[in-house]
């Protein structure tokens, strides 16, 4: 599958006559001299599959008039460190240059140490460079330094680099459209992220802490193997859920509150992003319950709307006329529809958008307009997620009592096919009754096997 992808941008970078250089994400501290747990980049992966920090890969689209015979071809060299079982008794196994070739399907493999001595040799001749820029100030000097050491070099016959460009524009367009073999990890991300949720459902009762469910979905996730989460949990009780990205997740649950849960698997660094919201004690209120269909319709309104040909801003609009109705019908609001949408009232309620593009990011990369600024028409291969939400604050005097504090958000992903769109989360329960029916069976030792 990497190996596909990298072909992919070979053959662009051929047809315009370009190299790429790639690094990998660098290791974050966390506090003092202790580190996260290593996450590479996710072009860096996507190109690679290769998970170790330090590494670069050097994709050359060939130079078809070089004298060289080796250098006319397209070319992929993969830079990461070398084998030291002195080091990798510190810090980990490494693959080394000897096996990377046979295992990545690189074309050849060398020191990280020796990339920037040796990338003025292999970048000469390329007028156009890909390099991503404002990720780490140490890398961009030497990379500024390889570029001009080549623009010395011009004077003795070699073109210098006219072009730095964001590799963005054409990796991310590749990472848009979703291969059968990225599609299964995504698949295999929503199947353990609903037996995340699922196991949330049944452990939730009053006096529970947020804590205990963050820590019984991360348990779920990575007892299955996953690489993570995809992001960090939002586990909100009660008012929490109005505070869109509340990740402290350390209150006690309440007997009468809903719970917004906002927690997605990675598999193989492929998120899922999904959001479920259900009664603390199993049962909805009136008020929550009236609020949780007006949303519930607002979502599949809007996932009716993912299908090839349809703009992406389709599905917001959609789920926003049908979240404004709602609110009129439930007295939230008052006045015309049309209007209230125009004037931007209901963001009162509803301050985010629909969707995003979901992949190795969960807000993934991929341009959302076509080159005249409109709205994107979605196309088979595309993952979105489709994710309406009201949110009632705890001190809004314009609604009555009972209003306040709701927070309500329903997420699933949903993939564009040639016939109209898989929801890929499918399975976890959605509906009133089969939120219901999850949530009967509580019980924080129930992780399911
Ligand atoms: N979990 C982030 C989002 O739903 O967009
Ligand atoms: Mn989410
Ligand atoms: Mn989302």
Redesign the pocket.
């Known amino acids: 599958m990497y190996r596909e992808h990298r072909e992919r941008l070979l053959d662009e970078l051929a047809r315009e006559g370009a190299a790429a250089v790639m690094p990998t994400a660098t290791l974050k501290v966390r506090n003092h001299d202790s580190t996260y747990r290593f996450r590479p980049d996710s072009d860096f992966w996507y190109l690679t599959g290769f998970a170790e920090p330090e590494a670069t890969l050097v994709l050359l689209g060939g130079l078809p008039a070089a004298e060289d015979e080796a250098r006319r071809e397209p070319r992929s060299i993969l830079f990461l460190r070398e084998r030291n079982p002195e080091q990798e008794t510190w810090t980990g196994r490494r693959l080394g240059t000897e096996a990377a070739p046979a295992e990545l399907h690189v074309d050849e493999a060398r020191d990280a140490d020796g990339l920037w001595k040796a990338l003025p040799d292999l970048l000469a001749g390329y007028e156009r460079v890909h390099y991503r820029t404002g990720l780490d100030e140490e890398r961009d000097r030497e990379m500024l330094g390889v570029i001009d050491s080549l623009r010395q070099r011009s004077r003795t016959g070699t073109p210098p680099v006219a072009e730095l460009v964001d590799p963005a524009t054409l990796v991310h367009e590749l990472r848009l459209f979703k291969s059968l073999a990225e599609l299964d990890c995504m698949r295999r991300a929503a199947s353990v992220t609903g037996e995340a949720h699922l196991a949330a459902m049944r452990a939730a009762a009053a006096g529970v802490g947020e804590q205990e469910l963050d820590a019984l979905i991360e348990y779920t996730v990575r007892r299955r193997g996953c690489t993570g989460m995809a992001y960090t949990n939002i586990v909100a009780g009660g008012a929490n859920a109005c505070i869109l990205h509340y990740i402290e997740n350390d209150q006690p649950l309440a007997d009468g509150d809903l719970l917004l849960i906002d927690a997605g698997a990675e598999h193989q660094f492929y998120a899922a992003?999904v959001t479920r919201t259900f009664p603390v004690n199993g049962v909805f209120t009136d008020e929550q319950r009236a609020l949780y269909e007006v949303v519930l319709e607002a979502q599949l309104a809007g996932i009716d709307e993912v299908r090839p040909g349809v703009r992406f801003d389709r599905a917001h609009e959609v789920a926003t006329e049908r979240l404004v109705a709602g609110l009129l019908r439930l007295g939230l609001l008052q006045g015309d529809a049309e209007q209230l949408i125009s004037d931007g009232e209901h963001r009162r309620f509803f301050m985010h958008r629909t969707g995003?593009w979901l992949g190795l990011d969960?807000h993934d990369c991929g341009a959302y307009a076509d080159e005249e600024g409109d709205s994107r028409l979605l196309e088979p291969g595309m993952v979105t997620?489709v994710?309406p939400g009201l949110y009632v604050a705890p001190d809004d005097e314009t609604v009555e009592e009972h209003w306040r504090g709701i927070g309500v958000r329903i997420?699933d992903n949903v993939l564009v096919t040639a016939e109209g769109n898989e929801v890929l989360t499918a399975d976890i329960p959605k509906t009133v009754e089969n939120v219901e029916a999850a949530c009967a069976g509580r019980d924080l030792d129930a992780v399911p096997s």
């Open positions: 992003d995003h969960v997620t994710e997420e």
